[in-house]
């Protein structure tokens, strides 16, 4: 994700499961990239980035595994946050 924050607080958001967001560098800009839902649970674990810049983390309630891609930024919700 390059030289931006992002993270997935457990709580808040539309649905309040959680959501991730990104602060991109040199902005106090937030910004949304998806909620979490009852569908998908909460975020529980923390954020793995790859070599490509893909981060990954996994969901305490339902157990599955999600990917934030450094182009889903670009998307409209919900394509920002894959849940595999």
Known sequence: MGAQ?????????????????????????????????SSTGDPDSP???DAAGNLYGMTGSSGKVYEITPNDS??????RLAIR
Do not use: D, M
């Not at 959680?18 to 602060?23: E, L």
């Not at 670009?74 to 394509?79: E, I, N």
């Open 5 to 37: 924050t992002c993270s997935v607080p457990s709580a808040g958001g539309t649905y309040g499961y959680g959501y991730a967001f990104k602060i991109p560098a040199g902005t106090n800009t937030v910004i949304t990239l998806n909620s979490f839902n």
């Open 74 to 79: 670009l998307l409209p919700p919900p394509t």
């Open 47 to 49: 954020l793995i980035e």
